[in-house]
């Protein structure tokens, strides 16, 4: 069966804003988009058969760091119910997501795997679980995250790795941790295409980071395929900031390393002249609570929407007074929605974001462009997890995975896979 989808108003299409009329073709049956019409003449024809009539396009968002939004009475095991998450993400525009799983509690973790594997890359319960994030082992300032082993062996960093079963995407890696270690569990994650991402660690000195770039650029020189830049968890959180003691946020903010940086001959790593050591990728929590929205826009001002990755770091659904355990303490949804605390107090114990509230607040409150935005939700996150393949944008061949949009910006529908699994209430189509 061919679903059409007529689009009216226009849409984000490879990544780029393109002004409707225009058609999208899904091939119902494989679920991919087949086509893309924006001759008049054939959009006219053939947007009689159209079973759908929409404003605006956009790709269905990928949220690469999200512990699960309930489904457990304690949010370390959120995801061993994972269709109360995935069934509730579509109505957030969510189509694609990395369970982000703390590695603390082995006997939790073993049960949450066990759960998802199964599901990695099937649409059956909603939102595609696309493989998973790890938080950890290796964490320098836990942060709200549980105390556990901080330094495994190689033997044991590797069979952390192997009970992934080849779906571990990101995990966070402190750099003073491994810079003490030699950096050799960075390389056992570059070795197993594993995204290493920096981020936990208020201790970590400008030779750490940069000594873990120069790994990295080690290993991309002799990788052929491999994309092997670094990325930062949650910039700006867990982390310090100062002109003088740079940190993984200065690093963040920077589009470029100059050529002639390199970690210090102490590291005894190799150095390779020519190899130029590459920004990492980041990942921002856009609530304007974890991250001012001042801050943000210095970000975004820094860094271009191909290396920002928005995200949520969800631990909870965005329903006032919603509550949940999390490491022997009672936590709380705030009663705006915005953000989880500690019951009874100010203290923020982390994330109730919807990827749809960050991508209004980017467009209508900070100024940022459709396209631009969309991309930081979509084709960034999708190209950090190397999930661009087959999600992330509106294009010939991808993953049917859109939302229907009016210029109001309501979500009126979202499909995965050329499927729709929300509607809102409104919707007629």
């Not at 990728?281 to 820094?302: P, Q, W």
């Not at 631009?372 to 010939?396: E, F, H, Q, Y």
Request: glycine share 8%.
């Amino acid at each position: 069966m061919v679903v059409y989808c007529l689009v009216e108003g226009g849409g984000v299409i490879d990544s780029v804003w393109k002004d409707g009329p225009f058609l999208v073709v899904v091939d119902d049956d494989n679920g991919v988009i087949s086509d893309i019409v924006f001759d008049g003449d054939e959009v006219e024809k053939q947007s009689k058969e159209a079973q759908y009539t929409t404003e605006w396009i956009l790709p269905g968002f990928v949220d690469i760091h999200n512990h699960g939004i309930g489904g457990s009475e304690d949010i370390l095991g959120n995801w061993t119910n994972p269709s109360y998450s995935l069934s509730r993400f579509p109505q957030f525009g969510v189509t694609s997501v990395l369970a982000s799983l703390i590695p603390t509690d082995l006997n939790v973790l073993k049960q949450c795997l066990a759960v998802l594997i199964p599901y990695v890359g099937k649409p059956d319960l909603g939102a595609v679980c696309e493989g998973f994030h790890f938080e950890g082992p290796v964490i320098k300032d836990l942060g709200a995250l549980p105390h556990g082993e901080t330094d495994p062996t190689e033997k044991e960093f590797a069979d952390l790795i192997d009970l992934c079963e080849e779906h571990l995407k990101i995990m966070t890696i402190s750099p003073s941790l491994e810079a003490a270690f030699h950096y050799k569990r960075l390389r056992i994650l570059l070795e197993k295409n594993v995204r290493p991402s920096l981020g936990h660690d208020k201790s970590c000195t400008f030779d750490d980071i940069l000594g873990a770039l120069d790994v990295a650029s080690s290993f991309q020189a002799t990788s052929t395929n491999q994309d092997c830049q670094l990325h930062i968890t949650h910039l700006f959180n867990v982390s310090t900031f100062h002109h003088r003691n740079p940190s993984l946020v200065n690093f963040g903010l920077c589009s470029k390393i100059p050529s002639k940086w390199k970690s210090s001959p102490e590291k005894n790593l190799q150095s390779h002249v020519g190899n130029s050591l590459t920004s990492p990728s980041v990942e921002i929590i856009a609530d304007g609570i974890h991250v001012h929205d001042i801050t943000l826009m210095a970000l975004l001002s820094a860094r271009t929407p191909q290396d920002i990755a928005v995200i949520t770091d969800n631990i909870l659904h965005c329903k006032p007074g919603l509550c949940s355990n999390y490491c022997d303490r009672e936590v709380e949804v705030a009663p705006d929605g915005q953000g989880v605390y500690l019951k009874g107090t100010n203290t923020l114990a982390g994330s109730s974001l919807s990827l749809w509230d960050a991508f209004k607040k980017l467009v209508l409150e900070l100024d940022v462009s459709i396209a631009d935005a969309s991309n930081m939700l979509t084709l960034t996150p999708a190209r950090i997890a190397r999930i661009a393949n087959s999600v992330g944008s509106v294009s010939v061949g991808m993953r049917a995975n859109f939302l229907l949009v009016d210029s109001s910006f309501i979500l009126n529908m979202t499909f995965i896979h050329g499927k729709p699994f929300y509607a809102s209430p409104t919707t007629t189509n």
